[in-house]
């Protein structure tokens, strides 16, 4: 057995073996013209040898790389209405004027090279060009007017009697048909007409195809398929030539070497075998966006593209799994069973039922709805040859189509016989546990067992009789039912205090003859001699889930097939009776289970049902998928924002160079692997920049900013849903470092810093010369400073000197002042002494006779008078008055010099502050003479009355 699971799983997928299931519908992938934003129409389909699929669409060429869509314009309007690329990759599109190359990953972008400059000076138009092929003749290309062959940069023409219909190229030969004329093919460089194919001269040829050597199938627009062999050529009378002239063929291929897919204009894609018998009919009721197929094309991987009239779709053909869903009329799936050739389906709505053939060839009827079982079916079970159905109404006995009611207790969940007595069966349902009885003439409701009224979903029984439950949010029941069996006489609780890690969520799972309790914590088995819960390592060790196990089943030859969490698994029996993992096949059905009904059914090796949220999936090991084929993944553009372009990258080879200032960029990846494409994820990796790989994420993009000057390679890489991981792309760049950090401005630096050492060392200098030249000027100040202290010292002491000599002056001169006032007091005393001696002597004169007496005192008056004489003393007064006051009387007759000699000796005798009595005397005149001199002076001096005379003139 281990040798036929490592043929099925590994040996056959090299092989090419596929095949097509007729059970349930393949998964269908649909492209609304909304997704990839393009005209409705697509005219072709074709894929590069990287894997990117191309269409030729009404608004452009299109290509997909599982995750993006880019649309490619071409000159003009025209619609692109066909593409092919040969095995080096270049792309080949047909307009309906122009034909020529189109160059998608230039470094320059996208650009399309016509060709028609190279025909014949006679040809003005191509017409439309509706079909391309790569031959071993060249690229040819097709229109209603001519064929062209390109090679070696060269175009060879032919022309047709009337017109050209179609091309086909088939085993390596060149077909071309004119209606009314014949078919043509190209031998050895020339037109030759094919002999056999006269009774097809006005049909409309539209497809031939080949499943042997020297076989081809022709496929006609009015009469349907023919089949030519050994030089015949007649009718293929096989089911689906009526399917086909009623529905209209349109175009067909060879979807392996045993099926055909065969378009239609009316009624979507018909799959059938070599022998012509229908495997599968899709159309819009399957789940198609439209019933006219323009194009097909079955891709690297053996799956199938149709170009629709309206939309792209993709159908996995190639695939073990396939669906029965809302497109069958099936809502959500609970259980399914197959019982006496009849698959029974049941869902939230009722249970279903058709025929079914458990070894392949099923019918293609519809499931039809058993009456009286509209609503939630909960469970399918065969027990003593009976289908019984718990319902949300009860419980059903089955019988065909038809259903019969036994049970009117609600919710019936489970059904469990009595090991003990064959005719007694228990199931759980909301509220507890129903006996029913089987004597020979079917299950019949016996009794509701009383003292239990839990919710008994999941349901055993051990080897003593005892019942086992578990509760979703209570734990674990362990049940004894009374003799006979209509009560319950003990109900004991397991809860986490027995050992369960929690009371929530323990599920009652049966693994071959044993059961178990699944946790969030792994599986548990019971301990009855220590009446506990322990965890089971070798068990959790054997299954290595990191969720919670949901479902499990065995098969007849003890494979155990599981749920847990959101994903599924197979654990295979190998002949040394360990177990192999097996998942890949499952990885698409993962998060598509309906959360706390998980369910599966296995029916021999070849048909296995999940229960999904849409209906139920079915699984074939007859269909052999490879799931480690090679894939790539490849870096296809890269947007530099900063530099407003877009880099193509082609040839890994060349290393980009970029400015540092404002550096960004965007690279987008692709990895063009279409089965279960949503699930593809990348990790990315930058030399000389992360850490490590990135985290697995779906984004196809990635951002990148501010990076510091340096070489750099971003590598990429992808994991398909089967967790393979595809080889790397990688695009290699360089920062180049900014202006300042250049090669060119490192020399600069080093020229600076040379200058800047000269520099330097001359500013070193030249501060050590300048601070000399400051300290001998420091000094030299400091020495000016002394002197000049020295010199403000001497001038101090000569002040000093100067004010002591002025004091010394001042001294004298209040000392001359007073001697003069002193002399000038004495001599008006004299001066009054001798007038009254002098008025004395006169009286005496005057008084005697004495005549010598007169003489002699006239001799001493004569002599009085002189000692009195004013002028000699007012030459003795000034000669003082200079001597003490120089210079006064000059300033005074320079200020006023209409003073008289009179006035001068005034103002001296004011100035020194002698009084108008002294003044009188000293000049012989009375009181009011000097009143009156005085007034006459402050006239001819102009002085206001309130101007003090005895101070104007100390200020002079």
Same mark, same amino acid.
């Given at each position: 057995?281990?040798?036929?699971?490592?043929?099925?799983?590994?040996?056959?997928?090299?092989a090419?073996?596929?095949q097509?299931?007729?059970?349930?519908?393949?998964?269908?992938r649909?492209?609304?013209k909304?997704?990839?934003?393009?005209?409705?129409?697509?005219?072709?389909?074709?894929?590069?040898?990287?894997?990117?699929?191309?269409?030729?669409?009404?608004?452009?060429?299109? %290509?997909?790389?599982?995750?993006?869509?880019?649309?490619?314009?071409?000159?003009?309007?025209?619609?692109?209405?066909s593409?092919?690329?040969?095995?080096?990759?270049?792309?080949y599109?047909?307009?309906?004027?122009?034909?020529?190359?189109?160059?998608?990953?230039?470094?320059?972008?996208?650009?399309?090279r016509?060709?028609?400059?190279?025909?014949?000076?006679?040809i003005?138009?191509?017409?439309?060009?509706?079909?391309?092929?790569?031959?071993?003749?060249?690229?040819?290309?097709?229109?209603?007017?001519?064929?062209?062959?390109?090679?070696?940069?060269?175009?060879?023409?032919i022309?047709?009697?009337?017109?050209?219909?179609?091309?086909?190229?088939?085993?390596?030969?060149?077909?071309?048909?004119?209606?009314?004329?014949?078919?043509?093919?190209?031998?050895?460089?020339?037109?030759?007409?094919?002999?056999?194919?006269?009774?097809?001269?006005?049909?409309?040829?539209?497809?031939?195809?080949?499943?042997?050597?020297?076989?081809?199938?022709?496929?006609?627009?009015?009469?349907?398929w023919?089949?030519y062999?050994?030089?015949?050529l007649?009718?293929?009378?096989?089911?689906?030539?009526?399917?086909?002239?009623?529905y209209?063929?349109?175009c067909?291929v060879?979807?392996d070497?045993?099926?055909?897919?065969?378009?239609?204009?009316?009624n979507?894609?018909?799959?059938?075998?070599?022998?012509?018998?229908?495997?599968?009919?899709?159309?819009?009721?399957?789940?198609l966006?439209?019933?006219?197929?323009?194009?097909?094309?079955?891709?690297?991987?053996?799956?199938?593209?149709?170009?629709?009239?309206?939309?792209?779709?993709?159908?996995?053909?190639?695939?073990?799994l396939?669906?029965?869903?809302?497109?069958?009329?099936?809502?959500?799936?609970?259980?399914c069973?197959?019982?006496?050739?009849?698959?029974?389906?049941? !869902?939230?709505?009722?249970?279903?039922?058709?025929?079914?053939?458990?070894?392949?060839?099923?019918?293609?009827?519809?499931?039809?709805?058993?009456?009286?079982?509209?609503?939630?079916?909960?469970?399918?079970?065969?027990?003593?040859?009976?289908?019984?159905?718990?319902?949300?109404?009860?419980?059903?006995?089955?019988?065909?189509?038809?259903?019969?009611?036994?049970?009117?207790?609600?919710?019936?969940?489970?059904?469990?016989?009595?090991?003990?007595?064959s005719?007694?069966?228990?199931?759980?349902?909301?509220?507890?546990?129903?006996?029913f009885?089987?004597?020979?003439d079917?299950?019949?409701?016996?009794?509701?067992?009383?003292?239990?009224?839990?919710?008994?979903?999941?349901?055993?029984?051990?080897?003593d009789?005892?019942?086992?439950?578990?509760?979703g949010?209570?734990g674990?029941?362990?049940?004894?039912?009374?003799?006979?069996?209509?009560?319950?006489?003990?109900?004991?609780?397991?809860?986490s205090?027995?050992?369960?890690?929690?009371?929530?969520?323990?599920l009652?799972?049966?693994?071959?003859?044993?059961w178990?309790?699944?946790?969030?914590?792994?599986?548990?088995?019971?301990?009855?001699?220590?009446?506990?819960?322990?965890?089971?390592?070798?068990?959790?060790?054997?299954?290595?889930? %990191?969720?919670?196990?949901?479902?499990? !089943?065995?098969?007849?030859?003890?494979?155990?097939?599981?749920?847990?969490?959101?994903?599924a698994?197979?654990?295979?029996?190998?002949?040394?009776f360990?177990?192999?993992?097996i998942?890949?096949?499952?990885?698409?059905?993962?998060?598509?289970?309906?959360?706390?009904?998980?369910?599966?059914?296995?029916?021999?090796?070849?048909?296995?049902?999940?229960?999904?949220?849409?209906g139920?999936?079915?699984?074939?090991?007859?269909?052999?998928?490879?799931?480690?084929?090679?894939?790539?993944?490849?870096?296809?553009?890269?947007?530099?924002?900063?530099l407003?372009?877009?880099?193509?990258p082609?040839?890994?080879?060349?290393?980009?160079?970029?400015?540092?200032?404002?550096?960004a960029?965007?690279?987008?990846?692709?990895?063009?692997?279409?089965?279960?494409?949503?699930?593809?994820?990348?990790?990315?990796f930058?030399?000389?920049?992360?850490?490590?790989?990135?985290?697995?994420?779906?984004?196809?993009?990635?951002?990148?900013?501010?990076?510091?000057?340096?070489?750099?390679?971003?590598?990429?890489?992808?994991?398909?849903?089967?967790g393979?991981?595809?080889?790397?792309?990688r695009?290699?760049?360089?920062i180049?470092?900014?202006?300042?950090?250049?090669?060119?401005?490192?020399?600069?630096?080093?020229?600076?810093?040379?200058? !800047?050492?000269?520099?330097?060392?001359?500013?070193?200098?030249?501060?050590?010369?300048?601070?000399?030249?400051?300290?001998w000027?420091?000094?030299?100040?400091?020495l000016?400073?002394?002197?000049?202290?020295?010199?403000?010292?001497?001038?101090?002491?000569?002040?000093?000197?100067?004010?002591?000599?002025?004091?010394?002056?001042?001294?004298?001169?209040?000392?001359?002042?007073?001697?003069?006032?002193?002399q000038?007091?004495?001599?008006?005393q004299?001066?009054?002494?001798?007038?009254?001696?002098?008025?004395?002597?006169?009286?005496?004169?005057?008084?005697?006779?004495?005549?010598?007496v007169?003489?002699?005192?006239?001799?001493?008056?004569?002599?009085?008078?002189?000692?009195?004489?004013?002028?000699?003393?007012?030459?003795?007064?000034?000669?003082?008055?200079?001597?003490?006051?120089?210079?006064?009387?000059?300033?005074?007759?320079?200020?006023?010099?209409?003073?008289?000699?009179?006035?001068?000796?005034?103002?001296?005798?004011?100035r020194?502050?002698?009084s108008?009595?002294?003044?009188?005397?000293?000049?012989?005149?009375?009181? %009011?003479?000097?009143?009156?001199s005085?007034?006459?002076?402050?006239?001819?001096?102009?002085?206001?009355?309130?101007?003090?005379?005895?101070?104007?003139?100390?200020?002079?």
């Amino acid at each position: 057995m281990r040798i036929f699971w490592i043929i099925l799983f590994f040996i056959l997928p090299l092989a090419g073996l596929t095949q097509v299931k007729n059970t349930g519908i393949p998964k269908i992938r649909s492209f609304p013209k909304s997704e990839y934003l393009a005209g409705t129409q697509n005219w072709g389909i074709a894929q590069d040898p990287d894997g990117f699929m191309y269409f030729a669409n009404n608004d452009g060429l299109l %290509r997909f790389d599982g995750l993006k869509w880019d649309l490619f314009n071409v000159p003009g309007t025209s619609p692109v209405r066909s593409v092919c690329v040969d095995k080096k990759g270049t792309i080949y599109i047909g307009l309906d004027d122009d034909f020529g190359m189109y160059e998608t990953n230039s470094e320059e972008g996208p650009f399309f090279r016509s060709l028609k400059e190279k025909l014949d000076a006679d040809i003005a138009e191509t017409d439309v060009i509706w079909k391309i092929y790569e031959t071993q003749f060249g690229i040819v290309f097709q229109s209603y007017q001519y064929i062209f062959i390109y090679r070696d940069d060269e175009i060879w023409t032919i022309r047709p009697h009337k017109a050209f219909d179609y091309s086909f190229y088939v085993n390596n030969r060149l077909f071309f048909h004119e209606s009314g004329v014949g078919l043509f093919e190209l031998i050895n460089g020339f037109v030759n007409k094919v002999p056999w194919a006269d009774e097809l001269i006005n049909s409309e040829i539209l497809s031939i195809v080949s499943f042997h050597d020297n076989h081809l199938l022709i496929g006609t627009a009015q009469d349907g398929w023919f089949y030519y062999s050994n030089g015949k050529l007649e009718k293929w009378d096989v089911p689906v030539n009526d399917l086909v002239e009623k529905y209209k063929l349109f175009c067909a291929v060879k979807t392996d070497e045993d099926h055909l897919a065969i378009g239609t204009i009316l009624n979507g894609v018909l799959i059938v075998t070599s022998d012509g018998k229908v495997v599968q009919h899709i159309n819009r009721e399957k789940g198609l966006q439209n019933n006219t197929v323009l194009s097909q094309f079955r891709d690297n991987s053996g799956n199938l593209w149709l170009g629709l009239d309206n939309g792209i779709d993709y159908i996995e053909l190639n695939s073990p799994l396939s669906f029965i869903t809302s497109y069958d009329g099936i809502s959500t799936g609970y259980c399914c069973l197959v019982y006496k050739d009849n698959l029974y389906l049941g !869902t939230n709505q009722g249970l279903f039922v058709k025929p079914f053939n458990a070894i392949g060839n099923n019918t293609r009827e519809k499931f039809e709805l058993i009456e009286n079982t509209e609503g939630q079916v909960w469970c399918l079970e065969v027990i003593n040859n009976q289908l019984l159905c718990g319902h949300h109404l009860g419980t059903f006995i089955i019988d065909g189509a038809k259903a019969q009611k036994i049970s009117e207790e609600a919710g019936g969940w489970k059904y469990l016989r009595l090991s003990e007595d064959s005719t007694l069966m228990v199931g759980g349902h909301y509220n507890g546990l129903v006996l029913f009885q089987d004597l020979g003439d079917g299950w019949k409701f016996k009794a509701k067992i009383a003292n239990f009224s839990e919710s008994s979903r999941f349901l055993t029984q051990d080897q003593d009789g005892n019942l086992w439950m578990s509760h979703g949010s209570k734990g674990v029941f362990r049940v004894g039912l009374s003799s006979d069996k209509d009560s319950v006489n003990t109900a004991v609780l397991y809860d986490s205090g027995s050992g369960l890690p929690s009371d929530d969520q323990n599920l009652l799972l049966a693994i071959n003859s044993n059961w178990y309790i699944s946790t969030f914590d792994g599986l548990y088995q019971y301990n009855k001699v220590n009446d506990r819960f322990e965890k089971n390592e070798e068990l959790n060790t054997l299954f290595d889930v %990191r969720d919670q196990l949901k479902y499990v !089943t065995v098969d007849d030859q003890e494979n155990i097939w599981y749920i847990a969490g959101e994903d599924a698994g197979l654990l295979h029996k190998n002949d040394d009776f360990s177990y192999s993992k097996i998942t890949a096949p499952f990885s698409q059905l993962s998060g598509t289970f309906v959360g706390g009904f998980e369910f599966l059914y296995v029916l021999g090796n070849d048909n296995v049902f999940f229960g999904i949220e849409d209906g139920f999936a079915h699984y074939s090991s007859r269909i052999v998928a490879s799931y480690n084929v090679p894939f790539k993944c490849f870096i296809t553009e890269v947007e530099v924002p900063f530099l407003d372009s877009v880099i193509y990258p082609k040839d890994r080879s060349l290393t980009y160079e970029f400015p540092f200032n404002r550096n960004a960029f965007r690279f987008y990846f692709a990895a063009p692997f279409f089965q279960n494409s949503a699930q593809l994820q990348f990790s990315y990796f930058i030399d000389d920049y992360s850490d490590s790989w990135s985290p697995w994420s779906p984004d196809n993009y990635r951002d990148i900013t501010n990076l510091s000057e340096n070489e750099y390679v971003f590598r990429v890489k992808a994991r398909n849903a089967y967790g393979a991981e595809s080889e790397e792309a990688r695009f290699s760049f360089v920062i180049a470092p900014p202006w300042y950090r250049s090669l060119l401005a490192r020399y600069l630096y080093l020229l600076l810093f040379i200058v !800047t050492v000269f520099g330097i060392t001359w500013i070193v200098r030249r501060r050590f010369e300048r601070s000399k030249e400051r300290e001998w000027k420091k000094h030299q100040k400091e020495l000016k400073k002394t002197e000049k202290e020295f010199q403000q010292q001497a001038l101090l002491a000569d002040k000093e000197i100067i004010r002591l000599r002025n004091e010394k002056l001042e001294a004298e001169k209040i000392y001359l002042d007073k001697e003069l006032a002193n002399q000038t007091l004495s001599l008006v005393q004299k001066n009054k002494f001798l007038l009254k001696i002098n008025q004395e002597l006169k009286q005496i004169a005057e008084h005697t006779d004495d005549s010598s007496v007169k003489t002699k005192m006239a001799v001493l008056k004569k002599r009085i008078d002189r000692e009195i004489d004013g002028q000699q003393q007012k030459k003795i007064f000034e000669s003082y008055f200079e001597e003490v006051h120089a210079d006064f009387f000059d300033r005074l007759k320079e200020q006023f010099p209409q003073l008289s000699p009179k006035d001068l000796r005034l103002c001296a005798y004011i100035r020194m502050n002698i009084s108008t009595k002294e003044i009188s005397t000293l000049m012989n005149i009375s009181d %009011r003479g000097v009143e009156i001199s005085r007034y006459r002076l402050r006239k001819k001096m102009e002085l206001a009355r309130d101007v003090n005379l005895s101070t104007f003139l100390l200020n002079i």
